[in-house]
Each structure stands twice: as structure tokens, then as C-alpha cells.
């Protein structure tokens, strides 16, 4: 089974209102995570990433938080705007293994 | 340039055929993964290969095989192709196994009929 899961499938915002898209895993072991965008008709991108030792990293307008102690990792996008709109992933590496991908959610953005 | 490529786009298919869909990194990267994406979007690891060592996720039939020619290529082969195939199939590179991320290609929309 998937190691790395979502709290929810479908997440609807407001255009301008700030999203945050939950992710938890179950290998107590990884030491990489990343969030990734797929938007219809694409490959997933890269949006940004954590590393184990860290608790929070900031990108431009998203913000990424990792809580090792209840293996918890989140996304946040400020100020949504409807090109944001797409299915978002986190997935989690555990160093000399491969990337294992959560279910994603799809993130709606409502004018 | 496009990073990781994919061709083709769009596959249609008879069970029963056999078919390849090819993959190009000019990123300079030493490994290269092919994912399934199913149709609820869940993306499941199928190989790992770099010039060293090919590894393989045990669920995956051995109908699917990969192929690199070179270091740039990783080719996807699949033998008696069937109806539950059908899916979007995503290749994608990263360098000293993915500790920066990995890079997609665009998918390739396989449709077995």
C-alpha cells in the first residue's frame, strides 16, 4: 500500500483566500519531501521541497511545513489565484529508494 | 527545450498488441523512473534504471520492460498489451537518486480497445 496519504480529495477556495493541502505519511524514515502540481493534460512540476532536518521552508507564495513528530506534512498557497487551481501531491524519498506519491487533492480556486 | 520528453502523446491500442513509448532527458541526469497514473490520478512507481542497476517494483507485470539505449533514454516496451493498462504513463529523471526532485515528462495517454 501507499505510505503517503491525503486528508482531502477536493479542496474549493475563494480566488485571494489562502489554501493549505495536508499530507501525512507513514515512513518514519524518509528524509525528503516534496509537493508537486499536475495540472490537466501535464506531468507533475515541481513546486517546492523539505528536507527532514527542516520544520518550514518558504517559496513564493507557498510554504511548506513538516511535522516529523506526527509525520505530517503540509502546503500552503497565499493569496490563491485561479491558475493555481490543479491536483497537488506530496511525496516522500527515503534516500537510495524511490519517490512514493500520495493520492493527491484536487485544489478548485473559485473566481 | 523541453526537459524530459515523451512520445507519443496519445496511444490507441488493440489488446493483445505490443507497443513502446520512448523517453528523453537532455538534463544530464543518471537516473531515469517510469510512473502509472491511473484514473484516479494515483502515481505508482513502476521502474528505476541508471546505468548500474534496474529496479523493478514487484507488482509490475513482466509484460513491461524498460530499455535504455544510453544514459538520455529510457523506452517503456509493453508485450500483450491489456484493457487494464489503459492509463497515463509519466517518465521522469534526476540526478544522484533524486535527492533535488525529480523532473516529468508530459505523459503519454495509453488507451487499450
Known amino acids: 500500500g501507499e505510505s503517503v496519504g491525503l486528508h482531502l480529495p477536493t479542496l474549493s477556495v475563494q480566488e485571494g483566500d489562502n489554501s493549505i493541502i495536508n499530507c501525512a505519511y507513514s515512513?518514519?524514515?524518509?528524509?525528503?519531501f516534496i509537493w508537486y502540481k499536475q495540472e490537466s493534460g501535464k506531468g507533475p512540476q515541481f513546486i517546492i521541497d523539505i528536507r527532514s532536518n527542516m520544520d518550514k521552508r518558504q517559496g513564493q507564495r507557498v510554504t511548506v511545513l513538516l511535522n516529523k513528530t506526527v509525520k505530517h506534512l503540509s502546503l500552503q498557497i497565499a493569496a490563491t489565484q485561479p491558475g493555481d487551481s490543479a491536483v497537488y501531491f506530496c511525496a516522500e524519498l527515503l534516500t537510495g529508494n524511490m519517490l512514493t506519491f500520495g493520492g493527491g487533492t484536487r485544489l478548485m480556486v473559485k473566481p | 527545450d523541453t526537459a524530459v520528453s515523451q512520445t507519443p502523446k496519445y496511444l490507441v491500442t488493440q489488446m493483445g498488441n505490443d507497443k513502446s513509448i520512448k523517453c528523453e532527458q537532455n538534463l544530464g541526469h543518471d537516473t531515469m523512473y517510469w510512473y502509472k497514473q491511473d484514473s484516479k490520478k494515483f502515481l505508482k512507481i513502476m521502474f528505476s534504471?541508471?546505468?548500474?542497476?534496474?529496479?523493478i517494483n514487484e507488482t509490475v507485470p513482466n509484460r513491461f520492460s524498460p530499455k535504455s539505449p544510453d544514459k538520455a533514454h529510457l523506452n517503456l516496451h509493453i508485450n500483450s498489451l491489456e484493457l487494464g493498462d489503459s492509463a497515463v504513463y509519466f517518465c521522469?529523471?534526476?540526478?544522484?537518486?533524486?535527492?533535488?526532485?525529480?523532473?516529468f515528462g508530459s505523459g503519454t495517454r495509453l488507451t487499450v480497445v
Open positions: 515512513n518514519s524514515a524518509s528524509d525528503y
Open positions: 534504471y541508471n546505468n548500474k542497476e534496474l529496479i
Open positions: 521522469a529523471s534526476s540526478q544522484d537518486h533524486g535527492t533535488d526532485g525529480y523532473t
